[in-house]
């Protein structure tokens, strides 16, 4: 059983009102990928920003307002992209699976 939040990574100490935060979980048939990278492209497809996966495979982003495109890496995997909206006064939760 994963020790992760039911519904996702706690928001404790993050003031939501003033952060737009991207934040899921990478699962493989499943389960989750804590080997895997997660990374944050701007609408041009430029590199902003990496984060690893933790063991229950979360990753979460604070990330400007606007579209941003997360491409997922993993070991024998393809790369997965997945669009997503970040907004200021919300949470962006997604699950991405490889």
Known sequence: MCGATQGGLSLDGVNV???AVIQGQVLRDGEPVGSAYVRLL???GE????V???ASGHFRFFAG????????????ADPVDREVV?????????????
């Open 52 to 54: 690893p996966t933790s």
């Open 86 to 98: 970040a907004q200021i006064g919300s949470v962006a939760e997604l699950t991405i699976n490889i």
């Open 42 to 44: 701007d609408t041009s």
């Open 47 to 50: 590199f902003t920003a990496e």
């Open 65 to 76: 307002e606007g579209s941003w495109t997360l491409r997922t890496l993993a070991p024998k």
């Open 17 to 19: 009102a003033k952060e």
